[in-house]
């Protein structure tokens, strides 16, 4: 008989008590994960006695780490990390770093406390200045799009956008099974002469950059279908992120709304039902979307949106595996070497002309 160490090929910890639905939700979401791979092993961090109350004795591959302690939304993140020793994410966050078997972690929990979490207790891969999230949204053709970074940083430098997008581009090629997927910079006009001072000294180092670059692109194209991977400081990345989701919002409510008011409304949504279920299903940012990986650093984190569902947790617990078993993070420092070289060979360039002079 194999031993358990043998028949369990990934170890997952999740932060079973960060979140609005947790700690139901998030629990019954590592379980339906467990049901799906039969050689996972996932470590839920908590109170140990509300765990195994909403376990009620299904234990299989199951390990509880006892914390009784939670940090909330309203918490300092970086003094969290540092005094709330006994919380479910600091000891989430604990395990990944110590435990080399540990292959990622997943959170609904505080945004600020898990990037605080991630780069003080795990790292930043070899040669990324800052790590990024980059969640996914749908577009009005078959791909999705993902914007990156949308809030994890604020006042980028030339050279983090550039990360961001070489970090972006590795992890669109692993779920969608893209090569090259399109690259673009976000600014307020398509002309390369258009953008911020940031987007001007980031555009031509972008060009030079080993990805498929296709230029500026404005925010009106984020959703169009032309565009893979949208790169963006965190400020305006997360206002377009935040405005979308309130978009969609605004017009499920206004057709909510519409369809109420008349009988011939309510007879011709009778006919289109299964249209407005397909559009639903769509454009619902939440959905049984996974959460947005913290790219760059160097285990891997998954960061859920704090209103997640049990189907949510599963998924992200699928991404974690799948990204694992991809090579994400040796996809991204190998990609970040070779950038890396390629600005050194242009200034390298630019100085030999200087002396030509």
Known sequence: MKKDSEEIKYRIVVDAFGGDNAPLEIIEGALLALEKHKDLQVILCGDQDKIK??????????????AP?????????????????????????????????????????????????????????????????GPILPTAKDNDVIIIDSGANIDCKPINLLHFAVMGSAYYSII???????????????????????????????????????GNREGNDFMSGDVDVMVADGFPGNALLKGTEGAVKAVVSILKGSI???????????????????????????????????????????KNHGVCKRL??????????????????????????????????????????????
Request: with cysteine; aromatic share 4%; charged share 30%.
């Open 53 to 66: 109350k909403i376990l009620n004795g299904r234990n299989e591959r199951v390990v509880i780490e006892h």
């Open 69 to 133: 302690d939670v940090v909330s939304n309203c918490d300092q993140p970086t003094d969290a990390i540092r005094h709330k020793k006994d919380s479910s994410l600091v000891r989430a966050f604990d395990i990944l770093k110590t435990r080399e078997d540990v292959i990622g972690l997943v959170s609904a929990g505080s945004t600020g406390a898990v990037l605080a979490g991630a780069i003080m207790k795990i790292g930043r891969i070899k040669g990324i200045s800052r790590p990024a999230l």
């Open 176 to 214: 969608y099974k893209k090569e090259n997927p399109r690259v673009a910079l976000l600014s307020n006009g398509a002309e390369d002469s258009k953008g911020n001072e940031l987007v001007k000294e980031t555009f031509p180092i972008m060009k030079e950059a080993p990805i498929h670059f296709i």
């Open 260 to 302: 109420k008011k008349g009988f011939w409304s309510k007879i011709g949504y009778l006919f289109m039902r299964r249209v407005f279920k397909e559009i639903k299903t769509r454009v619902d940012v939440q959905g049984k979307h996974a959460g947005s990986p913290l790219l760059g650093c160097k285990k891997l984190v998954v």
């Open 312 to 357: 949510n947790i599963s998924a992200s617990i699928d991404q974690t595996i799948l990204l694992y078993n991809e090579k994400l993070n040796e996809k991204i420092e190998s990609a970040v070497a070779e950038v890396s070289q390629k600005l050194k060979e242009i200034e390298e360039n630019k100085i030999k002309a200087g002396a030509g002079e």
